[in-house]
């Protein structure tokens, strides 16, 4: 009997401590866009777990700044994946925050698509028309201007229309409320037998830092060994779906509630996709010079205002040895 009442006090005592070791990584639009894709891959494949993580959940969130409300909270997570300017708009307001790796970098998702029997044919044939973006101050706005301003168009030669989201943007796209509209992976994926592209981000735009890994001045100071952690499992992951799209796709499609077809068009897309040489899943390193233009086509659209400290605001000493170079 003391024996038995030993060995629960031990199972029980293990128990308490394998629950207050359980994290949550708050991943932006998870199971929605294609960013997050190699967090819930590295779950499936038990990459966490191999680096000694005890990862219980990924926990979604609508956009930028709902993800770094979500990793403040309650003591918050060690680390969260979240737009840059997300970031910087945090920074400049006085977070203490840093971004530790590059997860996503260049815009490879989106294209901009019409329906099959519009007479738009490239880019040069908007003038007059009326292309959607979701929100102000968004990243589609912000790509959107810089698109057009990269074709020669004036402000005013096209009408931009908001539209709420890139699901909407589809709806109003059918309803002829707009005449072109941005659509991302995986939705791409699913509608692009239903419309026709027209602009292909890989082609008309440089690499510009899409998403970023991000962590608090505090954790950074407390948990590193976490952090490090965490992105040598994301790493193992974008690995992974470049070698096995099909398997990866299994798992994307359970995850993202999607068919397994769409999710192996979305993966091997964005795992074959180059812009101007640069990956579209990063593996961590910092590629300085896509950051600083996806902040600045955002300070266009007035998601930006301030001076930004790119030396203050990035912390290499969490990435592995072979990726601390910043490029």
Known sequence: MQNLRSWLAVALL???VATAHAEELVVSNYAVSANGMPFGVAMAKGYFKDEGLNITGLISSAGGGTTLRNMLAGGGSPYGEVNPVAVVSAVL???DL???SDNVLTVAEFVWAVRPDSPIKTIKDLKGRKIGY????STSQALANLMLE?????????????TGGF???VAALEAGQVDIVPITEPL??????????????TDALPPLDNVVGVTTVEMAEKRGDFIRAVIRARRKAVAFMKANPDEAAEIVAKQYNIERDVAKSAIVNLTKSSTQGVPYWGEGDIHLEGLKRMIEAQRKVGAISGEVDYAKLIDTRFLPDDLKTIK
């Open 14 to 16: 293990g128990a308490c």
């Open 93 to 95: 307001a006085g977070a």
């Open 98 to 100: 840093k971004i530790v």
């Open 134 to 137: 979701t929100n102000p101050r």
């Open 150 to 162: 990269g074709a020669g168009y004036k402000p005013g030669e096209v009408e931009m229309v908001k």
């Open 167 to 169: 699901g909407e943007g």
């Open 188 to 201: 791409w994926s699913k509608y692009k037998s239903k419309f026709r592209a027209v602009v292909v981000a």
